[in-house]
Nanobody, 130 residues
Framework: QVQLVESGGGLVQAGGSLRLSCAAS????????MGWFRQAPGKEREFVAA????????YYADSVKGRFTISRDNGQNTVYLQMNSLKPEDTAVYYC???????????????????????WGQGTQVTVSS
């Protein structure tokens, strides 16, 4: 059973930084694309960032490009999201997610669509005050 546990959320002032972590278990972590999504009150869950199984390919939503950085440590089964220059509109619950399929199935494709991810964490709240 796949378990994803996020941590690192909190309250920060605009312009500040936070680093989210997601510890994974129950899967061969190094074989899966990992992603971060977020959901603000009254809005749909949206893509934030994704990283491929080796960590050499990353993808970002336009709204966070240049401010957020996704990374992973396959030895620690952990994916990170470094968030800098935070804005009030970044306020949301942030979710870690694992691809539905391993790289052996995806081949070279790195998914970023929500329905491409099959395992989700419980979420961590990020609140940015103005």
């Amino acid at each position: 059973q796949v378990q994803l546990v996020e941590s690192g959320g909190g309250l920060v002032q605009a312009g500040g930084s936070l680093r989210l972590s997601c510890a994974a278990s129950g899967l061969t972590f190094s074989s899966y694309t990992m992603g971060w999504f977020r959901q603000a009150p009254g809005k749909e869950r949206e893509f934030v960032a994704a990283i491929n199984w080796t960590g050499d390919r990353t993808y970002y939503a336009d709204s966070v490009k240049g401010r957020f950085t996704i990374s992973r440590d396959n030895g620690q089964n952990t994916v990170y999201l470094q968030m800098n220059s935070l804005k009030p509109e970044d306020t949301a619950v942030y979710y870690c997610a694992a691809d539905r399929h391993p790289q052996s199935v995806r081949r070279i494709v790195v998914v970023t669509a929500l329905d491409g991810f099959g395992s989700w964490g419980q979420g961590t709240q990020v609140t940015v005050s103005s």
